[in-house]
Nanobody, 123 residues
Framework: QVQLVESGGGLVQPGGSLRLSCAAS????????MAWYRQAPGNQRELVAA???????SYGDFVKGRFTISRDYAKNTVYLQMNRLNAEDTAVYYC?????????????????WGQGTQVTVSS
């Protein structure tokens, strides 16, 4: 019922930048938080950044001011601007959205994951 379409991944040299996008569509009543996670081979999935409906943001410790998460409320889209990338940022990046779907009697919680987009930082 909720579709997430991610884009923007790819190959970039160390020190370079990428911008990821994730657009949510479907029968969405409202969206609470939108977030980006990442998972490198052999590692657990970890939170990169999150933004709430009120615009509050949080970041993983490893971000260290390099990434910025933002949100277009009208388009139900979340962005992740990544600067000063390094090899340790190589991973599959996943979009995560939670919110409410319209229900017959009351709204219903949902959590959706995107299909993932590969980010590779290499010279």
């Amino acid at each position: 019922q909720v579709q997430l379409v991610e884009s923007g991944g790819g190959l970039v040299q160390p020190g370079g930048s990428l911008r990821l996008s994730c657009a949510a569509s479907g029968s969405i009543f409202s969206i609470n938080a939108m977030a980006w996670y990442r998972q490198a081979p052999g590692n657990q999935r970890e939170l990169v950044a999150a933004i709430t409906s009120g615009g509050s943001t949080s970041y993983g410790d490893f971000v260290k001011g390099r990434f910025t998460i933002s949100r277009d409320y009208a388009k139900n889209t979340v962005y992740l601007q990544m600067n000063r990338l390094n090899a340790e940022d190589t991973a599959v990046y996943y979009c995560n959205v939670n919110g409410l779907l319209p229900g017959p009697f009351h709204a219903v919680d949902f959590i959706s994951w995107g299909q993932g987009t590969q980010v590779t930082v290499s010279s």
